[in-house]
Structures are given as C-alpha cells and as structure tokens.
C-alpha cells in the first residue's frame, strides 16, 4: 500500500460513504483508506454475534493496513460491535490502536439541540433492537431527553442500494415509517436518521415529515465535526495519521460492482480492490 497511517472507515456496505464523503470535505489533507464488507451486507437483520465478528476482521485487516484509528461508519456495528471491541478486543490485539462508532456523536448533538425532549430514531431493524440509542441518549442528555421513539425501516437499505431513490415504491414504504413513528409520539422535535445511508433518501423524509419544527440528524456533519475534534484533543493519534490527500477502497464485493454503486455515492468515479474472505 502507499498509504502508511491513513484513517480508516469501515461500513458493511455503501452508506458509509456518506460520512466518508463529509471526512474528504473537512479534513481532506488526510489520507483514508474505506472498506466495505459488501459480501455480508446487510448487517441490520444479523445477530449480534455474526456482526461482531465481521467488524472486529474489518477492524484488523484495517490494522494490518496501518490504520492508528478507524472509524466504524455503520450505526448496525457501532451498536453490536463497538462497545466490545473496545473493552475487549483492543486492549490484548492493538492497545495503542482506537476504534470510533457513530452513534456517540449523534447523541451528543442531538442531547444538546433538543427543544422539548422528544426525540426520534430511524434506523435499521438491527440498530432498533440493540435499543442502542434509548440507552445512550438517557446515559448522555443529563435529563434533556425524556421520550425516545424508534422505528425500524427494514426497506430502506435496499431502496438505496438498488437505487430505487424516489420512486413511488420507496416512498410508499418511506411514508408509512414515518407515520408509524409520528403516531406513537407526534411532539417528536429532533429526528436521527440511525443508518449512513438514510441521508440519501432525505427528499422523500422531508416530504413526510408531518411538521416543519422537527429538526432532522444527519450523521455525516455531525461525525466529522467530532472527529475534527478527536484529533485536536489527541494530538498522539493525530501526528501519526498521513496526510496526503488520497483515498483507497476495499471491498469483499466484487470491485466492478462495487465501484459502480460507491460512484453514485460519492459524485465522481473511484477505484477498489477486493479483499477475499
């Protein structure tokens, strides 16, 4: 590799080019290798064993890769995966080595902007069942945050990486999460698309959203703007990381595909290689 100490970003698939995306506008002396484990995707429906698995061989092959500090860019493996690699994993294969979810981030934005307290959670099937947000976001917001309503959008995924964006048929099952959502709490005032890819959809969520005072939590600004700071608080992890303004891309997805999907997510054409699992 020509990249010595480049961040790394890890999704188990596409979405995470979302955050990638914003991490090359803020920060784009740095150099970032992303590694898509397009083969298993989706994680949202797997248990938390079989994700933890796959993220923990993501985040050694991005170590082998010479990454200090890799980002977990996927809310289904910040939520199965994170917390143990953290406490178990890296203190024994990699102590000088971090690992960052995205899930801390939007909480702490989302603690601190709430007007009224009530906050809702769109996200994969797995991410909801992790409860994941409702434990952070009690843990974090020091009392601002009093009512937590999810719900789970198993089709938006598929809808974004079989690039059904705004067709009648995604917004069919956009609409009908929506209303599910508001009807369980309509007061809801701060929104957190759970999942990197839901961004992508954010026309067709606009479109439904049934009040114009909700305010709707984009992960990719938000976890930049953490990570800008991560590095100035650790300026140990900051000089080691290389600053050459170039991207790699790994995938275990055949590369050919994989390019042609990462290129709509990211506005101009890239190159992968396949990593074989």
Known sequence: MSLNFPIGVFDSGYGGLTILREFQKKLPEYDFVYFGDNAHTPYGTRSFEVV??????????????GCHLVILACNTASAKAL???????LPLIAPENRVLGVIRPSVEYVSENTRNGHV????????????????ELKKL??????IITQQSCPMWVP????????????????????????????????????CTHFPLLIDSI???????GVQIIEQGNIVTDRLVDYLKRHPEIDKVCTKNGETQYFTTEQS???ESHASLFMGYKIKAKKINR
């Open 52 to 65: 933890y698995e796959y993220t923990l061989k993501a985040v050694r092959e991005l170590f082998d890769m």
């Open 83 to 89: 917390r143990t690699i953290q406490q178990k994993d």
């Open 120 to 135: 809702g959670v769109l996200a994969t099937p797995g991410t909801v069942a992790s409860l994941s947000y409702p434990i």
């Open 141 to 146: 917001s020091n009392g601002r945050v009093k």
């Open 159 to 194: 809808i974004v990486e079989n690039n059904e964006i705004g067709t009648p048929g995604a917004d069919y099952f956009i609409e009908k999460n929506i209303r599910n959502l508001f009807e369980k709490d309509p007061a809801i005032d701060s929104l957190i698309l759970g």
């Open 206 to 212: 606009r479109k439904y959203i049934p009040h114009s």
């Open 256 to 258: 050919d595909i994989f």
